[in-house]
């Protein structure tokens, strides 16, 4: 419901909960599977990481790290066999790419970019886990749950009033912006708007209450 209404940062954690679901619901209702749950949640994740980003060792990994936190002979071959099986339906069903364009040579001028970017990346870090803890401390003292729901769609609605881009995933709005760098040109009217959602979609994502979605 958040995906569909526009209040979700993008459909990366919706896939992964909504494929780890599916390896629960394997382990409750397979009685043979009942020994393999870990096993099975993890399946699930790779497969979801691997279709939606189409990288299927970023998948492995991921399941490994932060879902399993371990490792061992039955994790690692139901995890292959997993990232196997989603990377065949990505090489054969794949759509077009996100971002379409191809990797230039490697200039050694870009290394402060990358550098100011990681810096950046890591205060946006920062603050979508300060705005989620806040959000969720606000919305858990309304006690009535439809003021809790309603106040959380409408702030969510109104912003997305203003600023549009803000809808949905807003990858659109970036797959714009590179599109037009790569021809030498910005749409500055375009690319501020954008710019805000940064911030602003994180405050978006985390108005929702965690019942809600």
């Not at 870990?38 to 691997?50: D, R, S």
């Amino acid at each position: 419901m958040t995906v569909i209404f526009g209040g979700s940062t993008g459909i990366e954690v919706s896939t992964v909960v909504a494929t780890a679901t599916v390896g629960n619901q394997a382990y409750k209702r397979l009685h043979p599977a009942w020994a393999y749950k870990t096993e099975l949640i993890c399946a699930g994740v790779i497969a979801g990481v691997t279709l939606l980003f189409g990288s299927a060792l970023g998948g492995l990994l991921f399941a490994f790290e932060v879902i399993a936190r371990k490792y061992n002979k039955t994790l690692l071959i139901s995890g292959i066999s997993s990232m196997l099986v989603a990377s065949l339906f990505v090489h054969y069903m794949d759509d077009s790419p996100l971002f379409n364009f191809a990797a230039k040579q490697w200039h050694w001028q870009a290394v402060p970019f990358i550098v100011l970017l990681g810096l950046i990346a890591g205060l946006l870090a920062l603050y979508f886990t300060k705005i989620v803890i806040y959000a969720k401390s606000f919305f858990a003292g309304i006690k009535n749950n439809f003021i809790r729901v309603n106040l959380g769609a409408i702030t969510v609605g109104i912003l997305i009033f203003f600023l549009p881009a803000l809808y949905g995933d807003s990858y659109h709005g970036l797959g714009e912006i590179l599109e037009s760098s790569l021809h030498g040109s910005i749409n500055w009217l375009y690319f501020l708007p954008v710019t805000a959602i940064s911030p602003i979609k994180t405050a978006c994502s985390s108005t929702y209450p965690r019942g809600w979605w």
